[in-house]
């Protein structure tokens, strides 16, 4: 497995693995028009080559031994509706998934420390956070592992459906 920064040539493998993971993991909750749309909306090449190209986002890819792209995490500022969040001096995790088919080899851990490494380094002690579903509850353990805890919830949407999520935060070591 290579970890390697998101360049304009990985952008289909990255979008194609973004678009199913997605599916794969939340599709079913969705009519198909809300899940088609949000897909259009964050995962179409446009939409990601846009991302990589924003010196705020900071992006990983995992690529599998045939070269495959098979993980993913986005982080950059904070933009989480919280009234301590500060967009300016504090990092957020806004994306991490692994295709189900590399579960349980350690690539999340790898990726959220990378997240973690680069947020701290970025903005210093300062606090992290990450956005995860309510009904996520293996999402909200692994995060609760590295130190991660809920203060909040807001409402994500996906096309004109509304999620329950919950706005967790990291106070590191210093913070």
């Known amino acids: 497995m290579t970890l390697l920064s998101v360049t304009p040539d ?7 693995l973004a678009i ?20 259009r909306k964050s995962y179409a090449h446009d939409a990601l080559l846009a991302d990589i190209n924003d010196p705020a986002q900071h992006w990983r890819v995992v690529l599998d031994d045939r070269g ?3 993980a993913f995490m ?21 994306r991490l998934y692994v295709h189900s088919s ?15 490494d680069h947020m701290t380094e970025r903005f210093g002690d300062a606090p992290q956070w990450i956005g995860v ?28 459906t509304l999620d329950d999520e919950f706005i967790l935060r990291r106070i590191p070591i210093g913070g």
């Open 20 to 39: 199913d993971s997605f599916t794969e993991t939340f599709g079913h909750l969705y009519p198909p028009e809300d899940l088609e749309a949000f897909l």
């Open 68 to 70: 495959a792209a098979v």
């Open 74 to 94: 986005q982080c950059g500022k904070v933009g989480l509706p919280h009234p301590d969040a500060r967009p300016d001096f504090e990092g957020e995790l806004k």
């Open 10 to 16: 990985l952008v289909p493998a990255l979008s194609a």
């Open 102 to 116: 590399q579960q349980g080899k350690g690539l999340g851990k790898t990726l959220l420390s990378a997240a973690i």
């Open 133 to 160: 579903w309510s009904e996520n509850h293996k999402a909200q353990a692994f995060y609760g592992s590295f130190g991660f805890h809920r203060v909040g919830e807001y409402q994500f949407a996906v096309g004109q």
